[in-house]
C-alpha cells in the first residue's frame, strides 16, 4: 500500500496511513506517524513512551525526550 514511516506526514481517514507498528497522531489535519510502546525500553535511549488515548490501555507512542 501507501503507508509511510516513522515521523512523515499522515492522515489518519484520508491517508496516506502509517506502517505497522506505528499510529498517525491526528485524524482531521496531517500529523506524523509515531511508533508504538509499552515502556521506555522500546522507545531506544532518547526515547519515552508517551501515553496515547487512542490507544488500548497499557499501549503508548514513542516521542523523544
Known amino acids: 500500500?501507501?503507508?509511510?514511516?516513522?515521523?512523515?506526514?499522515?492522515?489518519?481517514?484520508?491517508g496516506p496511513a502509517c506502517q505497522v507498528g506505528m499510529t498517525c497522531d491526528n485524524d482531521q489535519d496531517p500529523g506524523r506517524c509515531?511508533?508504538?510502546?509499552c515502556t521506555?525500553?522500546?522507545c531506544g535511549s532518547n526515547g519515552e513512551?508517551?501515553?496515547?488515548?487512542?490507544?488500548?490501555t497499557?499501549?503508548?507512542?514513542?516521542?523523544?525526550?
Open 1 to 14: 500500500g501507501d503507508e509511510v514511516g516513522l515521523c512523515e506526514s499522515c492522515h489518519a481517514i484520508d
Open 34 to 37: 509515531h511508533r508504538y510502546c
Open 40 to 42: 521506555n525500553e522500546d
Open 49 to 56: 513512551c508517551i501515553a496515547y488515548s487512542f490507544a488500548p
Open 58 to 65: 497499557g499501549v503508548g507512542v514513542c516521542l523523544t525526550r
